[in-house]
Antibody, heavy 127, light 108 residues
């Protein structure tokens, strides 16, 4: 049973970089044809897809965030990570890591449908 | 970008009643690549439906999805106490993937 767990600072200063890690247990992130993704949810608001990474390391990012986002794999630690640069208060949100099974990724640029989620981690951007 | 509009914003019903939630897309969603999620306070979303009408693993059969093109529906045939939550639709065919703003199903 694959499980995901986000970790990282809960408070980030404006203009700095938000860095989160998702640790995968119960399965390897290197398995062929697996994707892994990040989604966020501002307080009291809806969900926004940030980006998805394939087991090869290829990334697919939301154009609205593409210039500020980096997603990468760390296969040795069975983790994948999110870096969001130049944050503002508008980036305050609960950040989720999640897995879309390959069969639910008909178009990687759209992220996929996510069947396994981490519990989420709240990140506040404030000085 | 495909904009998904969910209606109503809030649905007030009693346990045992039928819930019908709507999701309308600004453009056709190819091959019905539309999903529905349930989210309870303080929890991550849970995948209910994918491909517009296929139930995810472990989802009770009181949940059903239908629709194609630009109009999709999630139906809960008989509301159980644990079904009161917020529901989101998502299209995952056109970049970027997008979510609706959510429908809250609350106890009347």
């Amino acid at each position: 049973q694959v499980q995901l767990q986000e970790s990282g600072p809960g408070l980030v200063k404006p203009s700095e970089t938000l860095s989160l890690t998702c640790t995968v247990s119960g399965g390897s992130i290197s398995i062929i044809s697996y994707y892994w993704g990040w989604i966020r949810q501002p307080p009291g608001k809806g969900l926004e897809w940030i980006g998805t990474i394939y087991h090869t390391g290829s990334t697919y990012l939301n154009p609205s965030l593409k210039s500020r986002v980096t997603i990468s794999l760390d296969t040795s630690n069975n983790q994948f990570s999110l870096r969001l640069h130049s944050v503002t208060a508008a980036d305050t949100a609960v950040y989720y890591c999640a897995r879309p099974p390959s069969v639910l990724v008909p178009a990687p640029g759209a992220g996929g449908a996510f069947d396994i989620w981490g519990q989420g981690t709240m990140v506040t951007v404030s000085s | 970008e495909i904009v998904l509009t969910q209606s109503p914003g809030t649905l007030s019903l009693s346990p045992g009643e039928r819930a019908t939630l709507s999701c309308r897309a600004s453009q056709s969603v190819s091959n019905s690549h539309l999903a529905w999620y349930q989210q309870k306070p303080g929890q991550a979303p849970r995948l209910l439906i994918y491909g517009a009408s296929s139930r995810a693993t472990g989802i009770p059969d009181r949940f059903s999805g239908s629709g194609s093109g630009t109009d999709f529906t999630l139906t809960i045939s008989r509301l159980e106490p644990e079904d009161f939550a917020v529901y989101y639709c998502q299209q995952y065919r056109s970049s970027p993937g997008t979510f609706g703003q959510g429908t809250k199903v609350e106890i009347k």
